[in-house]
């Protein structure tokens, strides 16, 4: 029996701002417990919302830039459940009347090629508390400071067929709320929560099969571990005769498996209606039409623009388009005068090496730039540059050619200078001089080495060559 | 529309509310009451589009992303049932241990 | 003392020992839940040390224990929030002070102002101060109470569907609720956050007046007050005359009481001498009101108090299982009172799965059919409407406690003012066998100056005190 995977996924993301969506605590982390609280947060008798304008307007424009409808007039609604960490005993969130439907995300599959996922809603909404299970014994911790933190959920459309395609357009959700400045998504951090939805159903039936959703994964990679457990998990339940019940499961990273939580709750009636202490929200179109005007330019953009413009390879504009900072970065690497292509380089080496570490650009793109004119002058070989590089990722504004004469890297393009350890060298090998005078080109690769060896590497390869050649003859 | 026993358990377990056995009735009848007084609505006749009525202002007033921070007159710790290094404290119930 | 005219210095140090004794007097009443001669002592300290005295110039205002305060507990009256020391000041009791009054005391109240009786209270009723076996009202019948006694000028209560304006009426004293949205909630616990109105008590209309203009105006920390300046005291109007008042036929039924329908024909005679019209008119849709109340307030209820779970403040019970469910359903199920729980659970049916569309969404339509009754009557020349605030005088306390449905009736002609959010008020106007009737003006949103000051002259004409028959 072959089977169908359907997968839709739901994104939680903490919207970029300082202070939370309904009061005006500072977002925080890290801070001593209970700290960073005040009577609206607490759920404290008496206490009221009011929404935070920077939270609605970078919502608006993540919507926008997933390409949604952002709706004149959208409602916010009380969700009511019970929970330690969940101050009120509801969550101010949106239920019929979202901020936010119908968008899309293009992306790669990986089994599919080019496609593209719905994007059914995207609402604005509060995160609640965090527990500890573990910190005392036989009791939960709760720690209520980044109770009301604002948060952006993003529901996909069940468009997606496989847990690699699903990673897939995670990384390029991603990518694309990173560069509208909506969030700083980051799983690790707590920035970005998936929660997944899955269900199989025989291939080529329409049916939707009963879906269970799985939880608790803390990277993109295990989003992928975890539905392909839970893939696993339904098509051997389906095979031996027994049927998918819709339950929740959590994702164990160091198993690798998928468990079925311990409630046993039924589906939550979470009774919504709208929360009467917020009128509605009401957005003027104008506004709207400011917003996705001034949008950055996004991934796909600038990544056919790139390409376009720079004669990149389309290779090459993804991996430089990855991440925003490095597309700036690179871009500005061109604009202080360096050339496309070896700036392209740079930067899909040394440069992506040095942010995937420190997690930014120390290096001025212009001190980049100049020593990419080093090279290109023959100041400084190729592999002298990268020490140099290095050099300058310690103490980043120093002038280039400074740290390459400091560090003795400078190349020696000086005739005389070559002349004498090219006069060297031929002297030292006169059974070679002749073999090569009698037709055996190919040992000027040998010369040259020995050039470079004599002058411990200081020699400028490029222009060793021609004085040989000279000297050969 | 009557309500019956096991629809008012469900209600109070949705409440969180613990119900004992000697009021279950009494309150079953009262709810029946009051649900089948209510329900003389139903003589107004329905409009599906009808905006539902706004008390107070027409649109939310947004606030600034500014930090404020209300001084508590008192903190967590003097108000807390129980409450111990900066938590609150909960009884452990292997449930939630899973969230 | 008309608008504009600047306070006398009252001495706040005088002023704490007389309002003290006149507490401590008044203990039989139950009226109170907190009060000390030392927190007074303190206000009172504060108010002497004033530049100037503000617009209320050490007035004793006494407050409903459902607006949170940081110097004494706030319970609601329930045995959830015993103890309860709120961390911040409700807006309400900050403008207050900065008006320059004293806070009396906190009042006692139907547990989370659900009720009409103040029967409701964890902590015993409020005996009416004119006849202890009767109820002075509710669920602000504390500050009723304490009002009519003579120990304060003035006192806040809340109102979701006439909390204030029924004990006025029982009680005899004045009782004003405001525009929704011209009171800052911030501090108020919620119970039906729509319909919730900070609302005041006077000895007199003017007492009223001042203490709400000192109260009202936008708060940013609630998103549902309204944009507007705050209240004006309303000038002195010399007569009533180019004033039209509308009679709503459903609001005077066939079998009134007789005491209470004698007394709004006088008012309505009086408004004719002094030189007001009175038209009858019609708003059909009052029929309505009281069901349509009694789905959406306990709904909204029921997520307000959702709050009360024994985590992080007040009285925490742990069943028997001893697990955080078990933490749940005791805390609320023995820390509630009936009323209350009852309350939740309607309020928790008729949101849940299935009925939502049925009740809360149905009664949400029908609750702007009612508002549009109000504004076609106002539209239609009508300055202002006249009612009887109650359908009874006070009634004897435990008549109506077996039948919940019954008990809200009491408040059928108050209702749908609270539905629409309009401001509205009683006036004590006169007495049946010895108890006081009130006659309920209702004013266009934002209309309180002028229906204020038209109070004003029919209290100068009026005598509260005459027994009608």
Request: hydrophobic residues 40%; proline residues 7%.
């Amino acid at each position: 029996m072959a089977w169908e995977t359907v997968i839709g996924l739901e994104v939680h993301v903490q919207l970029r701002t300082r202070t939370k969506m309904f009061c005006g605590n500072r977002i925080t982390f890290g801070d001593p417990p209970n700290t960073n609280v005040c009577p609206v947060c607490l759920g404290l008798p008496g206490a009221l919302p009011v929404p935070n304008a920077e939270a609605i307007r970078l919502a608006v424009r993540g919507a926008l830039a997933l390409g949604c409808t952002v709706h004149e007039t959208s409602v916010f609604a009380r969700k009511n459940y019970f929970y330690p960490d969940l101050p009120k005993g509801y969550q101010i969130s949106q239920f019929d009347r979202p901020l936010a439907t119908g968008g899309s995300v293009s992306f790669d599959s990986p089994d599919r090629g080019r496609m593209q996922v719905g994007i059914t809603r995207l609402h604005v909404e509060e995160d609640a508390g965090k527990l500890l299970h573990d910190r005392f014994r036989a009791k939960t911790a709760v720690d209520l400071n980044r109770a009301g933190t604002p948060l952006a959920e993003i529901v996909s459309e069940p468009d997606l067929r496989s847990p690699a395609e699903a990673r897939a357009y995670l990384t390029t959700l991603r990518q694309i709320l990173v560069y509208a400045g909506v969030s700083e998504c980051s799983m690790e951090q707590g920035s970005l929560r998936v929660d997944a939805n899955l269900s199989i159903r025989p291939a080529g039936t329409t049916r939707l099969g009963t879906k269970t959703e799985v939880k608790n994964m803390n990277s993109f990679a295990n989003v992928e571990r975890a539905l392909e457990a839970e893939r696993a998990r339904q098509i051997a339940l389906v095979e031996a005769g027994h049927r998918v019940e819709q339950v929740t499961l959590l994702f164990n990273a160091a198993t690798g498996q998928v468990k079925p939580t311990r409630s046993k709750e039924e589906s939550h009636d979470y009774r919504y209606f709208p929360d009467p202490d917020l009128p509605p929200l009401v957005l003027a179109p104008a506004w709207i039409t400011e917003q996705r005007a001034t949008l950055p330019e996004l991934p796909e953009a600038k990544r056919a623009r790139l390409e376009a413009a720079y004669a990149l390879s389309a290779q090459d504009a993804r991996v430089i388009t990855a991440e925003a900072g490095l597309a700036h970065y690179f871009e500005s690497v061109v604009d202080a005068g360096a050339d496309p292509k070896i700036s392209a380089n740079w930067v899909m080496g040394e440069v992506m090496t040095t942010y995937n570490e420190s997690g930014s650009f120390p290096v001025p793109a212009r001190r980049l730039a100049e020593l990419i004119g080093l090279v290109r002058d023959g100041v400084v070989s190729h592999q002298a540059a990268k020490r140099v590089y290095a050099e300058l990722v310690q103490s980043p504004d120093q002038d280039p050619k400074a740290a390459a004469t400091r560090l003795g890297l400078v190349q020696v393009s000086d005739q005389g200078a070559l002349a004498g350890w090219v006069d060297e060298v031929l002297a030292a090998h006169p059974g070679e001089v002749a073999r090569f005078r009698e037709g055996e080109t190919k040992l000027m690769a040998f010369f040259v080495g020995q050039v470079m060896k004599r002058s411990r590497g200081k020699a400028d390869p490029k222009g060793v060559q021609p004085v040989l050649t000279e000297k050969l003859r | 529309m009557s309500i019956g026993l096991d629809e008012v358990l469900h209600v109070a377990k949705l409440a969180e509310l613990a119900v004992n056995e000697n009021e279950i009735l009494r309150l079953v009848d009262q709810m029946n009451r009051i649900v089948n007084y209510v329900a003389k609505l139903d003589e107004v006749p329905g409009d599906r589009t009808a905006e539902p009525f706004l008390a107070g202002p027409k649109a939310v007033m947004l606030r600034e992303d500014v930090e404020v921070t209300v001084p508590l007159a008192r903190p967590p710790s003097a108000i807390a049932p129980e409450f111990l290094e900066g938590f609150f404290l909960v009884p452990r119930h292997g449930a939630m241990e899973d969230q | 003392m008309t608008a504009g005219t600047a306070q006398k210095r009252g001495s706040g140090a005088a002023t704490a020992r007389e309002t003290g004794a006149r507490l401590t007097e008044a203990a039989p009443l139950n009226a109170v839940l907190h009060w000390s001669q030392d927190l007074l002592d303190a206000e009172a300290s504060r108010v002497d040390a004033m530049p100037t005295p503000g617009a209320l110039a050490a007035m004793p205002v006494a407050l409903k224990d459902n607006i949170v305060t940081v110097e004494q507990p706030t319970t609601c009256a329930s045995r959830v929030l015993e103890g309860y020391l709120s961390p911040y000041n409700a807006t309400a009791v900050d403008r207050l002070r900065a008006a320059g009054a004293m806070i009396a005391a906190k009042t006692n109240l139907d547990e989370f102002a659900m009720g009409s009786s103040t029967e409701h209270s964890a902590f015993g009723r409020v005996k009416h101060p004119l006849d202890p076996t009767r109820v002075p009202g509710g669920s602000s019948g504390g500050s009723a109470a304490l009002v009519a006694a003579g120990v304060v000028p003035a006192a806040l209560g809340s109102e979701t569907g006439g909390s204030v304006r029924q004990p006025a009426s029982f009680c005899g004293v004045v009782g004003v609720k405001p525009t929704y949205g011209r009171v800052s909630r911030y501090g108020l616990v919620a119970f039906g956050s729509s319909l919730d109105c900070i609302s005041v008590f006077g000895r007199t209309v003017d007492d009223a007046a001042r203490v709400l203009s000192a109260i009202s105006g936008p708060d940013p920390l609630d998103a549902t007050t309204i944009d507007r300046p705050p209240m004006q005291v309303p000038k002195a109007l010399p007569d009533l005359r180019g004033l039209t008042v509308g009679l709503p036929q459903e609001y005077f039924p066939a079998d009134l009481d007789g005491g209470v329908a004698t007394a709004l024909r006088r008012t309505t005679e009086q408004i004719q001498a002094l030189g007001g019209d009175a038209r009858l008119v019609s708003l059909p849709n009052s029929a309505y009101a009281v069901p349509t109340y009694y789905i959406i307030a306990p709904a909204e209820a029921a997520a307000n108090l959702a709050r009360y779970d024994g985590v992080r403040y007040g009285k925490r019970r742990v069943g028997p299982d001893g697990d955080i469910r078990a933490l749940y359903r005791t805390t609320r199920g023995e820390g509630f009172g009936e009323e209350v729980r009852r309350r939740i659970l309607v309020g928790t049916y008729v949101l849940s799965a299935g009925y939502y569309d049925a009740y809360y969404k149905k009664a949400q339509q029908v609750r702007a059919l009612i508002a549009e009754d109000f504004q076609r009557v106002f539209a239609s020349g009508i300055d202002l409407l006249l009612t009887p605030t109650t359908p009874t005088p006070a009634f004897k306390a435990g008549e109506k406690t077996e039948d919940p449905v019954a008990m809200y009736l009491a408040d059928i002609f108050v209702c749908s003012m609270s539905l629409a959010g309009l401001p509205a008020m009683s006036l004590p106007v006169g007495r049946s066998e010895g108890l006081p009737i009130g006659a309920q003006l209702v004013a266009p949103h934002f209309g309180e100056e002028r229906m204020l000051a038209v109070a004003q002259v029919l209290e100068r004409t009026l005598d509260p005190l005459a027994e009608v028959r």
